[in-house]
């Protein structure tokens, strides 16, 4: 085929398509909502608890237990425990008479015989060794997981006692080792006399339940704080631990209508004086029902932190001049129903009145002055 008769060259095919280029306007790509994992439960937040946080909660625990006659609580954990963490003491003969036996245990999985059988062993030796003078009326096994085979054993005193002796049999070449001197012997004699019923296992759901009610709840677990009680009118009379504040207040009486020395009932009987009086008492005494519900509901301590909170924010209100200490009283109290607390846990059941009131817990120590001058 000559040159001439060769069919002309086709176009070129393009080695790649080109693609439609991409719109110019930016996309923006929106990742899903992600939800808040839900808060642990304070049971849940216990099953990650260290051995030693543990028994921490379970101390505090044991603390509230007012009805339960205790004279004393104290904690004997640690490697030589002798078979007891916590002792709850009924007289003050503490071990050498009656008492109680909490017994702290925190492992990964629920707590079964095998954990049972050696303690229970070991609070016999400890005995039959004289360390205690007798067993403890109630052994409490405190866990965050009882195990279903040792809660049956522990319905069953008998059924107890059958299956630590079992134990002691298939280990009793170890255990004749680790209780030498005879002290196995002794140990077990003691065992055969005991009570076994004397053994139980402590309710989780119990445990908290109780423990809500110590001021350590709230700040083990970040739970609400309970409702306060009702508010309480403050007392006609006035009483001595009020002497200060008071007199404070007449000082600004005094010096606001032109007297020159006024009294509590002088006061009362005044039209404007009267009634300013009655508020600052319902006031102070608000105040001291919130002291008396943090008490009861917080740590010790986080009341008295709120006051120097009040105070920090006060105190230069208090230094300004003014014509007056009406006038001061006036702008301190202000200062106190509008300033920033803070993250004090209180705040959550603080009114206007308890910051009012707050001031004149201070007045009462002489830390405000509302007359500058005035005798002191």
Not at 31 to 39: C, E, F, G, R, V
Not at 48 to 53: K, P
Request: proline share 7%.
């Amino acid at each position: 085929m000559s040159t001439s008769e060769r069919p002309s060259a086709l176009p070129a095919e393009p080695l790649f398509t080109e693609l439609p280029k991409p719109s110019q306007t930016p996309v923006t790509v929106v990742s899903p909502m992600m939800a808040l994992p839900p808060a642990l439960t304070p049971k849940q937040r216990l099953v990650h608890y260290s051995a030693d946080d543990w028994e921490e909660f379970i101390y505090e625990w044991v603390m509230s237990l007012k009805e339960a006659g205790y004279v004393d609580v104290v904690g004997m954990g640690g490697s030589n425990d002798r078979g007891a963490d916590i002792a709850a003491f009924l007289t003050s003969a503490k071990t050498d008479g009656r008492w109680h036996c909490y017994q702290c245990k925190h492992y990964d999985k629920a707590l079964g015989p095998s954990v049972a059988y050696p303690e229970i062993l070991k609070i016999h030796s400890a005995v039959a060794e004289q360390q205690y003078r007798a067993l403890p009326e109630r052994y409490v096994f405190v866990a965050p997981r009882i195990g279903g085979s040792l809660i049956q054993l522990l319905a069953k005193p008998s059924a107890l006692s059958a299956g630590f002796f079992d134990w002691v049999t298939k280990n009793s070449a170890r255990l004749a080792l680790e209780y030498a001197g005879g002290l196995l012997d002794r140990a077990l004699d003691l065992a055969r006399q005991s009570e076994f019923s004397r053994f139980e296992a402590g309710n989780l759901d119990t445990v908290l339940e109780q423990h809500a009610s110590t001021p350590h709840h709230v700040r083990r677990f970040g739970t609400p704080l309970p409702d306060r009680p009702a508010r309480e009118p403050a007392p006609a009379e006035h009483s001595p631990e009020e002497a200060r504040y008071i007199q404070q207040l007449l000082d600004v009486y005094c010096e606001k209508w032109g007297c020159s020395a006024v009294s509590p009932d002088e006061a009362r009987a005044h039209p404007r004086a009267g009634r300013n009086l009655q508020n600052q008492r319902e006031a102070f005494y608000r105040a001291e029902q919130l002291r008396m519900f943090a008490r009861d509901s917080v740590p010790v301590g986080t009341f008295e932190s709120l006051q120097e909170s009040v105070f920090s924010g006060v105190v230069e209100v208090e230094e300004d001049d003014f014509a007056t200490g009406w006038a001061r009283l006036k702008a301190v109290l202000a200062a106190a129903r509008d300033m920033q607390l803070g993250t004090n846990v209180l705040l959550q059941v603080v009114d206007p009145d308890d910051r009012k009131g707050i001031c004149h817990q201070l007045a009462n120590e002489d830390r405000l002055t509302w007359v500058q001058g005035a005798e002191q």
